[in-house]
Structures are given as C-alpha cells and as structure tokens.
C-alpha cells in the first residue's frame, strides 16, 4: 500500500491526506514526529533523502516529495483534476502563489504564535511581519473567491486543496480572519464537502514512525 509520512499539525501534510479522505483512496499515514528531529533519523533520510514531510512513498518503491506534486498523483482519475490544459495551467499558478506568497508566511507565524510559543518569545516583529506578507497574499485570494465560487469557478478540486491547507489555518498565524470574508464562506464550502476531514484527524490513525536506535 501506499505510505504517507507526515507530521501533526502541518498543513501541507493535510493536503494530500484530505485527497485520500475525497477520493477514498487507501494510503497507510505515518507520523514523523519531527520535534523530536526523527526527519534527520538515518532511517527516515534513507527513506527521503530530503528529509522533509509530507513524503509520499508508491507502492513501486518510488518516492514523491513536495504536497502540491502529491495531489496531482493521489486525484488521478477522480473529479479532482482540472479537466482542460487551460485549467491545468491555472491550477499550477495558484500552487506556485500558495507555496511562495500564502505558505512561507503563514506556516513560521503560526509554528512561533500557535504551535511553539515558547520558540516565539521576543521574535514579535518578525512574526508581524510574516503575518502582514500573509495577508497580502490573502488579499489575493479573497478578491479571487469574490468572483469564483471556487479556486477554478464552480468546480471544487486540488487547486482548493493546496490554496485550503495553510489558509484555513490563518486564524492560528495569528491573523484576523474576518478581513477576509469570501475566504470564510469558501472555507465552510470546503469543510461540508462529503467525505471532508479536520487537521486533527491526520494522525489519528497514522502509525508512528520508528527511526533507527540510537
Ligand atoms: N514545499 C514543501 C514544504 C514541506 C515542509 O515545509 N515540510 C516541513 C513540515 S510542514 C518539514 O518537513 N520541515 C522539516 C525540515 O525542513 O527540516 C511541501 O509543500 O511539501
């Protein structure tokens, strides 16, 4: 079967998770704790030499790394796939929009204001300041989601999905949401999607990952 290693909590490990949950397809999830530096284990570096999560292992023994390039392999065949090439481009736009103008912001706020506060202690300014580049980049995407009922018009599909995994954690980065209005009703769209499930649901049937002993 296939394996998905991820680690609690991450958005970009949620988002080819919640393409498994749509799709109904069987993948085992492994969770690598990575506070605990198990990434850098010898074991899990021979496994993906990147030693990043989410990692996504195939059943040939072919790994894919990168969350955005999973969900291109995990929708295949199913409704999630944008169907023209025009779409296809679009979709790919707005992955390079959600990896360099949403992610890298949103994802350091949070981890310091929200996931290890203590980590945060004295770093205020910089966490506004990702926190304000976040938002700019939310600005975007709200000005979008006030035309289009979705990432690409009324079709729901992995564009959502990659756009969704750090966006609807922006609460948690610290950032007032209520600015961003068509981003809140797209959210609640998102979650009553048959077949949706939570963040918190990610590793709660996941399999720990056992690094080599020390
Ligand atoms: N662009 C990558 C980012 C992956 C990423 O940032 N993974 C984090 C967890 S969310 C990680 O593995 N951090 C450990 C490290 O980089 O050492 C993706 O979308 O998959």
Redesign the pocket.
């Given at each position: 079967m296939e394996k998905l290693f991820v680690?609690r909590g991450?958005?970009?490990?949620f988002?080819p998770f919640l393409v498994s949950c749509l799709t109904g397809r069987n993948i085992d999830i492994v969770n690598v704790d990575?506070l605990a530096v198990h990434?850098?284990s010898r074991t899990f570096l021979s496994i993906n030499p990147l030693?990043?999560?989410?990692y996504l292992l195939l059943e040939d023994g072919d790994g894919i790394?990168?969350?955005?390039a999973?969900l291109w392999l995990l929708a295949e065949g199913s409704k999630l796939l944008p169907g023209t090439v025009k779409d296809r481009a679009r979709s790919l736009q707005w992955m390079f929009f959600e990896?360099t103008r949403l992610?890298p912001f949103i994802?350091p706020a949070r981890f310091l204001s929200h996931i290890a506060p203590d980590r945060g202690a004295g770093r205020g300014d910089e966490i506004a300041a990702w926190q304000g580049k976040a938002m700019a980049g939310l600005r975007i995407v709200n000005d979008h989601l006030q035309k289009s009922r979705f990432m690409l018009g009324d079709t729901f599909g992995i564009t959502d999905i990659a756009i969704f995994g750090y966006v609807h954690l922006g609460h948690e980065a610290g950032i007032d949401m209520a600015a961003f209005p068509a981003v809140l009703a797209w959210i609640e769209q998102v979650q009553s999607l048959p077949g949706f499930q939570p963040l918190s649901m990610l590793c709660e049937r996941a399999s720990p990952f056992v690094r080599e002993a020390a």
């Open positions: 680690t991450s958005g970009n490990c988002k990575l990434h850098r030693g990043r999560v989410p790394g990168e969350s955005n999973m990896q992610e994802s």
